[in-house]
Nanobody, 122 residues
Framework: QVQLVESGGGLVQAGGSLRLSCAAS????????MGWFRQTPGKEREFVAA???????YYADYVKGRFTISWDGTKNTLYLQMNGLKSEDTAAYYC????????????????WGPGTQVTVSS
C-alpha cells in the first residue's frame, strides 16, 4: 500500500510561483510511475505531468515550459515546480502513483493523495 500526501498549495498572484510536494510512504519511484493531476469543480481530473525512474518526464501542453516535475529519492518526495501561474491553473492538485510506468491516463493510476488547493488570483 502506497500513501501519498500533498502540500505546498495556497493563494498566489498571476505570474507567481509555487512548489507542490508529495511525500510518499515508500520508495515509490523505483517501482511506480508518478504523476500530478488537477481538478476543478464540475470538471474531470486532468493530467498535468508525469515521471518515472527511467528518467523521462511528460507534460500536458497547457503547462509545458512553466511546470517542472521532479523526484528526490533521499526524501521519497515528488515535486511540482509551477512558474508563470495563470488563473486557469486554479485547481485542486493531486499526486498519484501507477504501476504502468509513465502514463498520462488517470485510469492507470493506482494510488492517490488527498490533494492540495492552488488558487491563482488575476
Amino acid at each position: 500500500q502506497v500513501q501519498l500526501v500533498e502540500s505546498g498549495g495556497g493563494l498566489v498572484q498571476a505570474g507567481g510561483s509555487l512548489r507542490l510536494s508529495c511525500a510518499a510512504s515508500t520508495h515509490v519511484l523505483s517501482r511506480y510511475g508518478m504523476g500530478w493531476f488537477r481538478q476543478t469543480p464540475g470538471k474531470e481530473r486532468e493530467f498535468v505531468a508525469a515521471t518515472w525512474s527511467g528518467g523521462k518526464s511528460y507534460y500536458a501542453d497547457y503547462v509545458k515550459g512553466r511546470f517542472t516535475i521532479s523526484w528526490d529519492g533521499t526524501k521519497n518526495t515528488l515535486y511540482l515546480q509551477m512558474n508563470g501561474l495563470k488563473s486557469e491553473d486554479t485547481a485542486a492538485y493531486y499526486c498519484a502513483a501507477t504501476i504502468a510506468a509513465l502514463s498520462t491516463h488517470r485510469s492507470d493510476y493506482n494510488y492517490w493523495g488527498p490533494g492540495t488547493q492552488v488558487t491563482v488570483s488575476s
